[in-house]
Each structure stands twice: as C-alpha cells, then as structure tokens.
Nanobody, 123 residues
C-alpha cells in the first residue's frame, strides 16, 4: 500500500525556519510529481509547492516564493519543504501528495496524501 508520511512540523517563532519531510513507501516515487499543500482552520486546502519527477521543474504559490524551497531525494524516496522567514499566516497543517493527473495546483489532481503535519508560527 502506498503511504506518504510527513514529519518535521512544530512550533516556531515568526522569522524562523522549519524543514518538512515526506517519506514515500510507494514504488513509483521517482516517476511522480510531488507537492505540498496546506490547510488552515476554516479554510480550504491550498497549493504550496510542486516538484516534478526529476526535481528540476518546481512551482510555488506566490505567497511563499523566495521563502520556501521544495526538493526531493529520489534515492531516499523523500520530498522536503524548507521553510524560511516563516510568518503567522503560514500556520496550517501541511500535507504532501502524489500527483496523478491534471493541474499541479489542484488537490483533485493528486491521488495519494499523507496524514499531515502541523506547523504553527507564533508572532
């Protein structure tokens, strides 16, 4: 069974940094695009960052450009999200997901999801 497991969340002060990891037990990791989404209380799940299968093509939501970096290690079946200069508005549950088909920015384009990891940024 394909399983994505996130880790690395926590509580950090504004301006701080965190690195999230997502380990993939599926056998097709290196062939799939992977993304990070986030969901704050009372809000819809929204796109954060995407990495193509080779890690060269990356895309970000405008609000995190220049602060967040997505990367992947296909040898370790792991995708990362380095988050710098964190802001209180970055507070959310962060999910990694495996791309299936369609726009990389839409949750409906992903067929496997992790359980999420909480990121809380205090002001």
């Amino acid at each position: 069974q394909v399983q994505l497991v996130e880790s690395g969340g926590g509580l950090v002060q504004a301006g701080g940094s965190l690195t999230l990891s997502c380990a993939d037990s599926g056998g097709t990791f290196r062939f799939n695009g992977l993304a990070w989404f986030r969901q704050a209380p009372g809000k819809e799940r929204g796109f954060v960052a995407y990495s193509g299968w080779n890690g060269i093509s990356t895309y970000y939501v405008d609000s995190v450009k220049g602060r967040f970096t997505i990367s992947r290690d296909n040898a370790k079946n792991t995708v990362y999200l380095r988050m710098n200069s964190l802001k209180p508005e970055d507070t959310a549950v962060y999910y990694c997901a495996r791309h299936y088909s369609g726009s990389y920015a839409l949750p409906s384009s992903y067929n496997d999801w992790g359980q999420g990891t909480q990121v809380t940024v205090s002001s």
